[in-house]
């Protein structure tokens, strides 16, 4: 169990830094104590489902997102479908329908319909 509370404790830290965030601004974001987002990171704490959900909506990240990098056999058969939806996800609703619009286009192109 040790493992695992690092491997998340590690996942929560390396989204929150990517979001430029403070330990403290996570857990305004997510609703928990700040000590305890830090308890988190160290491995120090054993999560529970209700922290975890509270903690990836704040961070704007699935569970299976969350989870990928900790365990990736989850979802594996959808790594490229993640590798879309990360590179879509920072870019405006505009960006994310013009390139919507390109695979749509690229897709017909194979011959598929919708």
Same mark, same amino acid.
């Given at each position: 169990?040790? $493992?695992? +509370? ?9 989204? $929150?830094?990517? %979001?430029?965030?403070? @330990? ?17 990171? $160290?491995?120090?704490?054993?999560? &529970?489902?209700?922290?975890?959900? %509270?903690?990836? %909506?704040? #961070?704007?990240?699935? #569970? ?5 990098? &900790? ?5 594996? !058969?959808?790594?490229?479908? +993640? @590798?879309? &939806?990360?590179?879509? @996800? +920072? ?5 994310? @329908? $013009?390139?919507?619009? &390109? ?10 319909? !919708?």
């Amino acid at each position: 169990m040790d $493992r695992i +509370n690092t491997l998340v404790g590690d996942r929560v830290r390396e989204l $929150r830094k990517k %979001k430029g965030w403070s @330990q403290e601004e996570l857990s305004y974001e997510a609703g928990v104590h700040y000590t305890f987002v830090g308890k988190v990171e $160290r491995g120090e704490s054993n999560l &529970i489902l209700e922290s975890v959900v %509270k903690m990836t %909506k704040a #961070l704007n990240v699935s #569970l299976e997102e969350f989870f990928s990098t &900790i365990d990736p056999s989850i979802g594996k !058969e959808k790594s490229v479908l +993640n @590798q879309i &939806i990360l590179l879509l @996800q +920072n870019k405006s609703l505009e960006d994310q @329908q $013009r390139l919507y619009e &390109i695979i749509q286009t690229v897709d017909k192109a194979f011959g598929n319909k !919708e």
